[in-house]
């Protein structure tokens, strides 16, 4: 079974925190160890439990949400992701709340859709995490920096996001319109000959594009009667 991310729900309304668990638990990675109605028990059970995961209200009765994060900040071991469910709709507290480094933000009321979305985004940063190496390229920091993606996104295994960005660029260099001199499409050879890279790198990267919906793919057939592939942009 895959290990589940442990997490503490911070919630002073106890309605709200019993849907908030509901919420959480209906996701098979994550699983709630913990609940907390106030600052200082969320303080003591995120040093008692070390949750891999944060539910925070902004607004709670006695230590600000926003105070409680920084001091989340400032425990030992791994840093704990942060995801605010609050009513706080203010820009000074998203400013604040993203400077104490949240994964995400979430306006009540919120569905369970919603929720569920932000945390398959927390479960991809944490692979993305556990898989890095102990030295990172530049590919792989910008990977990490860029923040929670959904594994759909994420390039296959052995191509990198640079790479994707160059061949789409190309892609949509090489073609064009009718009226405007260049080809619809363009072969993997073409895009591969633009882009300085094998031409079965190229397809690749190519068929990558069209499983994300960014790229269009459709056969051509020459004289010999095999077809080519020829893509385009989305």
């Known amino acids: 079974m895959t290990e589940q991310a442990r997490t503490l729900v ?8 019993v849907v908030h668990r509901g919420f959480v638990e209906s996701h098979p990675r994550f699983v709630v160890v913990g609940e907390a109605r106030n600052g200082a028990d969320a303080l003591q059970l995120a040093s008692a439990l070390r949750p891999d995961l944060v539910l925070l209200d902004l607004h709670l009765p006695d230590i600000g949400g926003l105070d ?11 840093p704990v992701d942060v995801v605010a469910t609050t009513a706080a ?13 949240v994964v995400a933000y979430l306006v009540k009321p919120f569905t369970s859709a919603a929720l569920r979305e932000r945390l398959d985004e927390v479960w991809q940063r944490r692979e993305d995490v556990r898989r890095a190496q102990t030295t990172l390229d530049q590919d792989e920091v910008d ?40 080809a619809e499409d363009a072969s993997a050879a073409e895009v591969a000959e633009s882009v300085g890279m094998s031409r079965v790198s190229a397809r690749r990267y190519l068929e990558h594009l ?3 919906g960014h790229a269009q793919v459709s056969p051509r057939y020459g004289s010999t009667g095999r077809p080519e592939n020829r893509y385009r942009p989305a």
Do not use: F, I
């Open 68 to 78: 409680v994060l920084r001091r989340l900040r400032l425990l030992p071991g791994p």
């Open 210 to 212: 069209v499983a994300e």
């Open 89 to 101: 709709r203010e820009l000074e507290s998203v400013r604040q709340a993203m400077a104490g480094g």
């Open 143 to 182: 990977q990490l920096l860029a923040g929670p993606r959904t594994a759909s996104t994420l390039p296959p295994k052995g191509l990198s996001e640079r790479s994707r960005t160059l061949v789409q660029e190309a892609l949509s260099r090489l073609c064009g319109t009718a009226e405007d001199g260049r």
């Open 10 to 17: 911070v919630e002073d309304d106890p309605a709200v925190a």
